[in-house]
Nanobody, 123 residues
Framework: QVQLVESGGGLVQAGESLRLSCVAS????????MGWYRQAPGKQRELVAT???????NYADSVKGRFTISRDNAKNTVYLQMNSLKPEDTAAYYC?????????????????WGQGTQVTVSS
């Protein structure tokens, strides 16, 4: 069974740091882009950061200079290092990945999402 599982969320004070991890498991041929999104109560899910298979990154303006996305292709894992956290960073954080799988003998790319991990930043 292919799945993405996040970990590393928690409750921190403003100015502190957290590191989120997301591991993809199952019969995966390879992984193209991976990313982190977040959703605060009453708001739409928004992009936080993405990283290509080659390591090119993209960040939301609100997190530039504070968050760093990275990946370990050998471990099928993507990370999000979050520094200088603010109360407005409070949200459920979700990872996704464009996974290359073989289904019924045919190779294709499928987007999978993790179940989310909660990050709460107190002021």
């Amino acid at each position: 069974q292919v799945q993405l599982v996040e970990s590393g969320g928690g409750l921190v004070q403003a100015g502190e740091s957290l590191r989120l991890s997301c591991v993809a498991s199952g019969s995966i041929v390879s992984i193209n882009a991976m990313g982190w999104y977040r959703q605060a109560p009453g708001k739409q899910r928004e992009l936080v950061a993405t990283i290509s298979s080659g390591g090119s990154t993209n960040y939301a303006d609100s997190v530039k200079g504070r968050f760093t996305i990275s990946r370990d292709n050998a471990k099928n894992t993507v990370y999000l290092q979050m520094n200088s956290l603010k109360p407005e960073d409070t949200a459920a954080y979700y990872c996704n990945g464009d996974l290359v799988l073989v289904r019924r003998g045919i190779r294709g790319t499928y987007r999978y999402w993790g179940q989310g991990t909660q990050v709460t930043v107190s002021s």
